[in-house]
Each structure stands twice: as structure tokens, then as C-alpha cells.
């Protein structure tokens, strides 16, 4: 077969000997498979990906979601005994019209473990998420056992009272210590918005 004397241009395809008819149309139909897979096919391979991705997504929150409902009761028991610690120590803390008197316990307090007291200075009210926080700065002086009679009887007071940056130093060449501190007591008026904020995470 002499290629140089094939007429090549496609109007003559018809004349073409056969194999060489068959090679190009081997070579046509590999063309046009593969533009059919480069426009079809691919964009097919790469929804597949993605949702191959999304798979493995919707896998992974399955699994959180699954282990959560497992513990569901335990987080639920626990939710309860928190809700039920948290009504106890909202039901500790003074109304306000209770403060005057709780100022008045704190004072008594002192005096009874024997102090002598050398400020007594209610601060600011300072709002919190839940609560009110009142401060008290406080200076006594007395013995070591009496400071210790003081916080104890502190502790001991049936509203939550509690005792911050205590410093205690030795008065020179006397068993009498000086003691600074900051008493807080936490004001109520909170239980509605606790109970909003519980039933809140309840509905979640």
C-alpha cells in the first residue's frame, strides 16, 4: 500500500482502503468516548466525591448524636441534680430586705468569737448572670482561734456567706493578729431567670 497516493481529504473518505477506513474509525471513536467522559462523566466522578465527603460527614454526626443519646439519661440525672443543688443554694441566698440583717449576723458573728472589729465596710452591688454579689470589706483584730471561731461561725450562718482575700498578720510582741478580708454574701431575685435559662436547655 502506497500511503502517498491515498486522497486524504475526508470528501474521499469513501475511497480510502479498508484498514485504513478502520484505523480512523477507531481513532474517531476513541475521540468522541473520550469527550463523552470529559463532559459527562467527570462531573459525575466529582458529584460522587462530594457526596463520598458528605457521607463521611453525615457519618461522623451520627456518631456524636448516637453517643449523646446513649447518656441522655445520665446527662439528664445529672442536669436534675444540678437544677436541685442550685435551687438549694438560690434558696440560701438573702432576699433583699434579708441584707440589713445578714450585715448584722456577719457583725455579730465577730463579736461573739471575741474580735474587735476595725472596719466594716459594705461595697457595691456587682451583678452576675444568675445572681448578686455584695462585698464587704472587713478588718478585725483578735487571737488566732478566735479569727478561726469567726470564719467557722461564718460558715455556719444559714445564708451563703463567703470569705476572699483573707491576709493575716501578727501584731508586734502580742498574741493579738490582725486579719483583712472581704466577706460576700450573694443577693436572690434570680430564680426566674434560672428557671428561663433551664427550661431553655430543656427545649434544646
Same mark, same amino acid.
Given at each position: 500500500?502506497?500511503?502517498?497516493?491515498?486522497?486524504?481529504?475526508?470528501?474521499?473518505?469513501?475511497?480510502?482502503?479498508?484498514?485504513? !477506513?478502520?484505523?480512523?474509525?477507531?481513532?474517531?471513536?476513541?475521540?468522541?468516548?473520550?469527550?463523552?467522559? $470529559?463532559?459527562?462523566?467527570?462531573?459525575?466522578?466529582?458529584?460522587?466525591?462530594?457526596?463520598?465527603?458528605?457521607?463521611?460527614?453525615?457519618?461522623?454526626?451520627?456518631?456524636? !448524636?448516637?453517643?449523646?443519646?446513649?447518656?441522655?439519661?445520665?446527662?439528664?440525672?445529672?442536669?436534675?441534680?444540678?437544677?436541685?443543688?442550685?435551687?438549694?443554694?438560690?434558696?440560701?441566698?438573702?432576699? /433583699?430586705?434579708?441584707?440589713?440583717?445578714?450585715?448584722?449576723?456577719?457583725?455579730?458573728?465577730?463579736?461573739?468569737?471575741?474580735?474587735?472589729? !476595725? @472596719?466594716?465596710?459594705?461595697?457595691?452591688?456587682?451583678?452576675?448572670?444568675? $445572681?448578686?454579689?455584695?462585698?464587704?470589706?472587713?478588718?478585725?483584730?483578735?487571737? $488566732?482561734?478566735?479569727?478561726? @471561731?469567726?470564719?467557722?461561725?461564718?460558715?455556719?450562718?444559714?445564708?451563703?456567706?463567703?470569705?476572699?482575700?483573707?491576709?493575716?498578720?501578727? /501584731?508586734?510582741?502580742?498574741?493579738?493578729?490582725?486579719?483583712?478580708?472581704?466577706?460576700?454574701?450573694?443577693?436572690?431575685?434570680?430564680?426566674?431567670?434560672?428557671?428561663?435559662?433551664?427550661?431553655?436547655?430543656?427545649?434544646?
Amino acid at each position: 500500500m502506497n500511503l502517498s497516493e491515498i486522497n486524504w481529504e475526508l470528501e474521499a473518505a469513501g475511497t480510502w482502503p479498508p484498514l485504513i !477506513k478502520v484505523v480512523a474509525g477507531i481513532i474517531v471513536c476513541t475521540l468522541v468516548t473520550a469527550g463523552w467522559i $470529559y463532559y459527562n462523566t467527570m462531573d459525575q466522578l466529582a458529584e460522587l466525591e462530594k457526596s463520598e465527603k458528605q457521607e463521611v460527614e453525615l457519618k461522623k454526626t451520627f456518631e456524636i !448524636k448516637q453517643r449523646k443519646a446513649i447518656n441522655l439519661e445520665d446527662y439528664r440525672d445529672q442536669l436534675t441534680q444540678i437544677e436541685s443543688s442550685l435551687g438549694d443554694m438560690i434558696r440560701q441566698m438573702p432576699t /433583699k430586705s434579708e441584707v440589713a440583717n445578714l450585715l448584722v449576723d456577719i457583725s455579730q458573728t465577730g463579736l461573739a468569737s471575741g474580735l474587735e472589729f !476595725k @472596719l466594716f465596710k459594705p461595697g457595691s452591688e456587682i451583678r452576675k448572670e444568675f $445572681y448578686s454579689e455584695l462585698p464587704i470589706n472587713i478588718k478585725v483584730i483578735g487571737l $488566732y482561734e478566735e479569727l478561726g @471561731l469567726f470564719v467557722s461561725g461564718l460558715a455556719a450562718l444559714p445564708r451563703i456567706v463567703t470569705v476572699h482575700n483573707v491576709e493575716i498578720s501578727p /501584731k508586734k510582741d502580742t498574741k493579738i493578729m490582725e486579719m483583712t478580708a472581704v466577706v460576700k454574701t450573694y443577693n436572690e431575685g434570680v430564680g426566674d431567670q434560672v428557671q428561663k435559662k433551664t427550661k431553655k436547655r430543656r427545649r434544646k
